[in-house]
């Protein structure tokens, strides 16, 4: 996670405040401000969208960064019987949230803490909820992809994660809007992938003859690409793909003699990869189990873009 110093991080928030008035033009009252950071409501019918888009359960822990009144932990807790929490920097929203908590009957599932968003403790969540800021999304995408497990579904109100492509999004009606002139919000849905940046390692038993394949992979979000090699030949990654911790790929090794195309699927746990390797060969096919270790970490390309840069205030 970028270190940036809570006056730095607020900033964007007074600016959102003079946004929000400006979108607002000649309506009447739009954000209302619990002292220096906005605060708007996400309407409750894009709420519900937020939390069907996540399928959030029973099972589910929901986690609200600046949760507000409640209402999206609230709404998890009481319609999908999900427990949770939501943090807010403003004592006088966590203060009314609890007590919204209470009125509705889930104080024992839906819990609100004053509590900065970028010191809280998030590794519990398996649905992410925001309303936050352009930049502040951008601040806080390094937690999420570092301290999230793999397959956590995050959902967004209003603003996406720059260069992490969502793999849902949609502009709906929002009746109770309070900002903006369209009377519309827009979600985003993206999913945790799990970290597979390095080199990975695996041997192949076919009629009696064991290859060994080496994978090393780029990772970019949810996108890897990089290349396949196996004694000196290699193949280009293709379709390398994360959803969670499902892992994709395939590439063709020509090895002198005929190509054979490999497809490879399986699942992510740490430094492992359990799967299933689909080989073709002379239009013939055959599967193998895929067990590969990692033998080198590195660093994910998406932790290492540049954080936002700092906001200028308008004259
Ligand atoms: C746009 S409102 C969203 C409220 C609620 N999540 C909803 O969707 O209705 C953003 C909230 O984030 C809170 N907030 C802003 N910066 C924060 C921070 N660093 N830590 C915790 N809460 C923060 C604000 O006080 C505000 O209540």
């Given at each position: 996670m970028h270190n940036v110093p809570i006056t730095a991080r607020r900033a964007p928030l007074r600016r959102v405040a003079l946004i929000l008035a400006a979108l607002a033009g000649?309506?009447?009252?739009i954000a209302e401000d619990f002292g220096d950071t906005p605060y708007v409501q996400t309407p409750q019918n894009v709420v519900d969208k937020m939390l069907e888009i996540a399928k959030v359960g029973p099972r589910d822990f929901v986690i609200d960064?600046?949760?507000?009144?409640g209402r999206m932990i609230i709404t998890a807790a009481k319609k999908h019987g999900a427990r949770g929490f939501g943090v807010d920097l403003d004592r006088r929203l966590v203060v009314l949230a609890n007590r919204n908590a209470a009125k509705a009957g889930v104080a024992d599932r839906a819990v609100f803490y004053e509590r900065d968003l970028y010191k809280?403790?998030?590794?519990?969540?398996t649905v992410m909820t925001i309303y936050l800021l352009p930049e502040v999304n951008l601040m806080v995408r390094p937690k999420l992809l570092s301290s999230l497990r793999p397959g956590t579904r995050i959902v967004s109100h209003d603003y996406d994660m720059g260069?992490?492509?969502?793999e849902l999004s949609l502009v709906m009606d929002?009746?109770?809007?309070?900002?903006?002139?369209?009377?519309k919000s827009k979600v985003f849905y993206w999913v945790v992938p799990a970290t597979v940046s390095g080199t990975w390692r695996w041997q192949v038993t076919t009629a009696g003859r064991t290859q060994d394949f080496d994978l090393a992979a780029e990772q970019m979000f949810q996108n890897f690409d990089g290349a396949v090699v196996s004694e000196g030949r290699s193949g280009k990654i293709e379709?390398?793909?994360?959803a969670g911790d499902r892992i994709t790929l395939a590439t063709t090794i020509d090895d002198g003699g005929g190509a054979t195309r490999y497809e490879f699927s399986g699942r992510v746990a740490g430094d492992r990869i359990k799967g299933e390797i689909r080989m073709v060969r002379n239009g013939e096919t055959s599967k193998t189990p895929w067990v590969a270790r990692r033998v080198e970490k590195r660093q994910p390309r998406h932790m290492s873009l540049p954080p936002p840069t700092p906001f200028d205030p308008p004259r």
């Open positions: 000649a309506a009447p009252a960064l600046g949760s507000g009144d809280t403790d998030i590794r519990r969540a260069e992490w492509t969502p929002a009746p109770g809007k309070t900002v903006g002139r369209d009377m379709g390398g793909k994360l």
